[in-house]
Nanobody, 126 residues
Framework: QVQLVESGGGLVQAGDSLRLSCAAS????????MGWFRQAPGKDREFVAG????????TYADSVKGRFTISRDSAKKMLYLEMNSLKPEDTAVYYC???????????????????WGQGTQVTVSS
């Protein structure tokens, strides 16, 4: 089992910044990807950003490219999401996920993630 705990959400104004953190613990011997997804009320969970745990290669949704930055601290088993120039449409519950397979072709598919955190609310007011 793997446990993921997100933190750092909150209520901010449009244009502000936030930094989300995700702490991983438990059986994390093999990690292919970690990623951030979000879910707004009445909408499906959508991909935000992902990182190949071994190579550090990152990938982003078009809607956040240039504004959000995903990063990791492998030694501490931490995942981060730096969010700048926030917009009201970024309002959602943000979830951290982990893919515990040995290898992954992509880090963008929710179906590949084995474990999820409880989520942290991000609200951006206009």
């Amino acid at each position: 089992q793997v446990q993921l705990v997100e933190s750092g959400g909150g209520l901010v104004q449009a244009g502000d910044s936030l930094r989300l953190s995700c702490a991983a613990s438990g059986r994390t011997f093999d990690v292919a990807c970690m990623g951030w997804f979000r879910q707004a009320p009445g909408k499906d969970r959508e991909f935000v950003a992902g990182i190949n745990w071994k190579t550090g290669r990152t990938t982003y949704a078009d809607s956040v490219k240039g504004r959000f930055t995903i990063s990791r601290d492998s030694a501490k088993k931490m995942l981060y999401l730096e969010m700048n120039s926030l917009k009201p449409e970024d309002t959602a519950v943000y979830y951290c996920g982990i893919d515990t397979s040995i290898y992954a072709v992509t880090c963008r598919a929710a179906s590949q993630y084995d474990f999820w955190g409880q989520g942290t609310q991000v609200t951006v007011s206009s």
